[in-house]
């Protein structure tokens, strides 16, 4: 995947007086547009182009740095200015900078005001100074979690003045019984460094509070990828490398974002990524004795089964809203170009769902467990009006609300944070080894949503029944769980996460520009 662009802010600054801040010596700092522009002939030098590690070219007299990559800006004990950034040493990594200079004969009252100026310009709507409670795993993926966090991560973090508290956890569900007795007073925002499974470990054990409306609305959920997949920062912060994914965080907006009620038996739990079953949920699942390999697995398994045509003949009931591919990308295209998703809209029913009642709380009742179930539960007789189908031969069936499940697999291209509605694609398993290696080529590309052999609709609401088989995979959040009938809801907004501009990194289904609404 591509690295995502930088955050929109407030509007770019024009070059005025108020803007530049001079400095002895003949240097000067300006706020021009997006940039911080250093005039600095001394420091310049460092930012010359090189070939093969060679400095070319005459030496510049000024270099810039992109305000998105502003950290902090004050002036210090001793009295100097101190800007820090975050500066790109390469195309993976971020290292944190500073410079530093004496204010000669600035007055501090003049500085104070250009660094405000500056951290405003920087920051947009982003919260400065939050308070983060981070969880890092050290044995995500292929291990460490660690390392990553103490010389990628926490530098960033610290410099961006973050306020931290550092858990190293132990075992697996560990992070439910945090976040299910976590002081959401203290903390703006739960940051796990990890794979996807710890993000789901933090919304469950929020889920599972007496307040959990209010702790699933109050504190935002971020992430750092360390594991295998990294869907949750592959689709927020537009990246699945640590350092550019700290950078996202500390820059990062609210956004309310969608969460799913998971029933199957008499377990209810919340899914934020996707469910599985067939061939994706066997790649996933059914290979972590390979771990070691990081996002490699997913491939090494798919090539173990896709000659097999192996099928999952199952019954599959949906609460269907959007059936049609041209109707999807019109709805895709009203939602990114007329929502703004750092607005939350839960009580506003999805324009094609007609659904009867709100899916998450309002303000009064905020303070309440999760929201009723409007469907029932996997027991509960299916409703008269969802689509009930059998299918002998299904050959994968994945439900996401997220675009990317990992970097290079764009699965849901249609998927919008708080739009209310689920993406769900299927097909069938017996197809030749030929077209399936087609349809999962166009997973990389983007394009698996025109494929032919695959059904892609929105839905609110599903209900799927396996048969004719004892055992099997299913997958919810990348988390294994027992091989028998499940149900899925939607509730709009009911989470909150960090993103980096209030809406998913990816690009969406080709062609939606020119859809017609």
């Known amino acids: 995947m591509a690295e995502a662009i930088p955050a929109a802010g407030v509007p770019a600054s024009e070059p005025t007086l108020d803007n530049v801040l001079v400095l002895a010596k003949g240097v000067s700092l300006a706020l021009i547009g997006d940039t911080l522009v250093v005039k600095d002939r001394s420091r310049a030098k460092h930012h010359r182009k090189k070939l093969c590690g060679v400095a070319v070219g005459s030496s510049p007299t000024e270099f810039s740095i992109p305000l998105y990559n502003i950290l902090w800006a004050e002036i210090d004990g001793a009295g100097h200015l101190v800007i820090d950034y975050a500066l790109a040493v390469s195309k993976k990594h971020l290292r944190v900078t500073k410079i530093t200079y004496a204010l000669g004969e600035l007055p501090p009252d003049v500085v104070n005001a250009w660094t405000g100026a500056l951290l405003t310009q920087a920051y947009g709507t982003a919260q400065r100074n939050k308070r983060a409670k981070v969880l890092v795993n050290p044995h995500a993926g292929p291990g460490g979690a660690d390392k990553i966090w103490e010389h990628e991560v926490r530098p960033l973090f610290e410099a961006a003045r973050m306020s931290l508290d550092v858990v190293r956890t132990k075992f697996s569900g560990e992070a439910v019984g945090i976040c299910e007795k976590l002081d959401i007073d203290a903390y703006d925002v739960v940051i796990p460094c990890s794979g996807d499974g710890l993000p789901y470990e933090c919304i469950n054990g929020l889920g599972k509070r007496l307040d959990a409306r209010k702790a699933l609305r109050q504190v935002a959920v971020g992430h750092i990828p360390c594991g295998s997949g990294n869907a949750m920062s592959c689709n927020l912060n537009g990246t699945h490398r640590p350092s550019f994914a700290a950078l996202a965080i500390v820059k990062g907006v609210r956004t309310p974002m969608d969460l799913m009620s998971v029933t199957q038996g008499d377990k209810r739990m919340l899914s934020f990524l996707s469910q599985s079953v067939g061939i994706i949920a066997e790649c996933d699942l059914g290979t972590e004795n390979l771990r070691w390999l990081g996002a490699a697995r997913f491939n090494v398994?798919?090539?173990?089964?896709?000659?097999?045509?192996?099928?999952?003949?199952?019954?599959?009931?949906?609460?269907?809203?959007?059936?049609?591919?041209?109707?999807?990308?019109?709805?895709?295209?009203?939602?990114?170009?007329?929502?703004?998703?750092?607005?939350?809209?839960?009580?506003?029913?999805?324009?094609?769902?007609?659904?009867?009642?709100?899916?998450?709380?309002?303000?009064?009742?905020?303070?309440?467990?999760?929201?009723?179930?409007?469907?029932?539960?996997?027991?509960?007789?299916?409703p008269d009006d969802w689509e009930t189908a059998s299918y002998d031969k299904l050959g994968n069936f994945y439900c996401g609300n997220m675009a990317w499940m990992a970097p290079d697999a764009n699965f849901f291209t249609a998927a919008c944070p708080n739009d209310g509605l689920m993406d769900v694609v299927f097909n069938d398993g017996d197809i030749s080894a030929a077209k399936y290696l087609e349809l999962l080529t166009s997973v990389e590309s983007g394009r698996l949503f025109d494929n032919p052999h695959v059904s892609y609709r929105k839905v609110a609401a599903y209900r799927l029944t396996p048969r004719n088989q004892k055992d099997g995979y299913i997958s919810i959040d990348g988390e294994h769980v027992p091989f028998e009938p499940f149900q899925v809801e939607v509730h709009q907004g009911l989470g909150t996460v960090l993103s980096k501009r209030g809406k998913y990194e990816a690009a969406g289904p080709a062609g939606w520009e020119n859809a017609d609404t």
Not at 314 to 343: F, G, L, N, Q
Not at 348 to 363: K, M
Not at 370 to 380: A, K, M
């Open 301 to 382: 398994g798919l090539m173990q089964r896709i000659f097999s045509k192996k099928v999952y003949p199952c019954d599959i009931s949906m609460k269907v809203a959007i059936p049609e591919k041209a109707d999807i990308k019109a709805h895709y295209k009203r939602e990114r170009t007329e929502c703004d998703y750092t607005t939350r809209r839960e009580k506003d029913a999805a324009r094609e769902a007609s659904l009867a009642g709100d899916s998450t709380s309002s303000d009064a009742d905020s303070g309440e467990g999760l929201p009723p179930l409007r469907f029932g539960t996997v027991h509960d007789k299916i």
